[in-house]
Every structure is written in structure tokens, then in C-alpha cells.
């Protein structure tokens, strides 16, 4: 059998990464405030309605955050890579010994480390693209526009805080029972997070039932303490009468 070829993911990593962390970030975050206020309440409604308030916050706020973080990253990367150029364009000779440097360390003798950076020298842009992965160790074609990212992780916060809400608004409309409504809720929660954990495996190298299973482990904690925290809040708080 002839070898199958690898293919690197690498160029792909930020925005998988942004699409996860909104999905998981809606079903854990959003699904564990509403199991809790499924603990205190046991009213689909109250349930709804807080998960529903949760989610939209969420999708902004991590939405904005995203932004601003890719943002706030891009922007120290392209100040860094502006002082490399300013280095390049005034200081040559400085620049051209970093690369003999560098070269040498990569097992290369003087002589050829002394070539290789006489070559370069002659396009100051392969230059600043040789400090910008030997020195400063960023790779700035990887990255994706801020409010892209902030996009694709405020849109895939809400899917995610939507899904545990389903069950609930079936409740309210079909009165299929607030347990059956807390049960469906969950499993849909452990089901998207197994399938978003397989599908990661793509990138991490794992196997995927290694990955849905740190997924489902990690989501069950979150969900079984917010519902315990909520049950024990409503031994000590109650909701007045004719409130829901």
C-alpha cells in the first residue's frame, strides 16, 4: 500500500477553535444556568426564559470578546513585525548576522549559514518573513480577521445555548412533563458535545472516542453541579406565589 499523504490543519486552527469554544461554551455555559434554574424552579417557563436571556448576553459578550482579543493580538504581532522592518531596513548587517545565527543552529556550516543570509539579504521581504518565524515566532497568515472569529463565536453561542432550551419549549407547548423536558435537555447536550469532541479529533490527532468522551466527562460535571446548586438554592429561597 503506497503511504496516504498527511494534511496539516494548522491553517484552520483558529477558526475551529473559535466554532468549539462558542458551541461548548453555549451548551455548558447556557445548559448548565439553565438546569440550574431547572433545580430551583422545576418551571419550564422560568427555565426558558432565563436560558434564552443567558444566551443572548453570552453570544455578545464573547462575541465582542473574541473580537477584541484577535484584535488586541493582531495588533501587538503587527507593531513586533513593524520594529523587525525598521531592524531590516536600518541595521542590514545586524540582521544578516541573526540569520548566519540561525542558520548555524540549524546544523549548517559558517560558510553555508553565510550564503544562505547573502541570498536573502537581496529581498528584504523574505527576510522579515525568516524573523518573523525564527524570531519572533509568529506566523500572522494563520490568523483570521477579528470580526470574523467574534462572528463565528457569537453565532455558535447561540446554537449551542439553544439546543438544551428545546426540551423546555416543547414542555410549554406539548406538556411532555419538566422531567422528561430536564432528561431530554442533558442527553441533547452530551450528544452535540460527543459529536463536536469526535469531530475535533480531526485537529488534535486523538481518537474520537477519546474525544467525545472528555467532551461528555467535562459537560456532566458542569450540569449535574449547576443542577445541584440550583435544587440547594431553592431550599433556602422560594419563588413567591403566583410568580409562574
Known amino acids: 500500500m503506497e503511504p496516504k499523504e498527511v494534511q496539516h490543519k494548522t491553517e484552520e486552527a483558529d477558526v475551529f477553535r473559535t466554532k468549539v469554544f462558542g ?7 447556557v445548559g448548565s444556568i439553565a438546569l440550574g ?16 436571556i443567558a ?32 531592524e531590516i531596513q536600518n541595521f542590514p548587517e545586524k540582521e544578516k548576522g541573526e540569520l548566519i545565527t540561525f542558520y548555524e543552529e ?22 522579515l518573513n525568516e524573523m518573523m518565524i525564527h524570531e519572533l515566532k509568529i506566523f500572522p497568515e494563520e490568523f483570521e480577521r477579528p ?15 439553544v439546543i438544551p432550551l428545546v426540551p423546555f419549549g416543547i414542555d410549554l407547548m406539548f406538556k411532555i412533563g419538566f422531567d422528561v423536558a430536564v432528561v431530554l435537555s ?12 469526535s469531530a475535533s479529533t480531526r485537529y488534535t490527532g486523538l481518537p474520537k472516542w477519546r474525544g467525545a468522551v472528555e467532551q461528555i466527562a467535562t459537560g456532566l460535571l458542569a450540569l449535574i453541579g449547576s443542577y445541584l446548586a440550583g435544587y440547594a438554592l431553592s431550599l433556602v429561597f422560594t419563588i413567591p406565589p403566583g410568580l409562574f
Open 23 to 29: 458551541v461548548q461554551d453555549g451548551l455548558i455555559g
Open 37 to 52: 434554574a431547572a433545580g430551583f424552579s422545576h418551571d419550564s417557563l422560568l427555565v426558558l426564559v432565563t436560558g434564552l
Open 55 to 86: 444566551t443572548i448576553a453570552q453570544a455578545f459578550s464573547m462575541g465582542v470578546g473574541e473580537f477584541i482579543s484577535t484584535r488586541v493580538r493582531m495588533q501587538v504581532f503587527n507593531n513586533e513585525i513593524k520594529k523587525e522592518d525598521y
Open 106 to 127: 540549524k546544523g549548517f556550516s559558517r560558510e553555508e549559514a553565510e550564503k544562505i543570509a547573502d541570498i536573502l539579504m537581496r529581498n528584504k521581504d523574505v527576510v
Open 147 to 161: 470580526a470574523k472569529l467574534g462572528l463565528i463565536m457569537a453565532i455558535y453561542l447561540v446554537i449551542g445555548g
Open 186 to 197: 442533558v442527553a441533547l447536550i452530551l450528544i452535540t458535545l460527543s459529536v463536536f469532541g
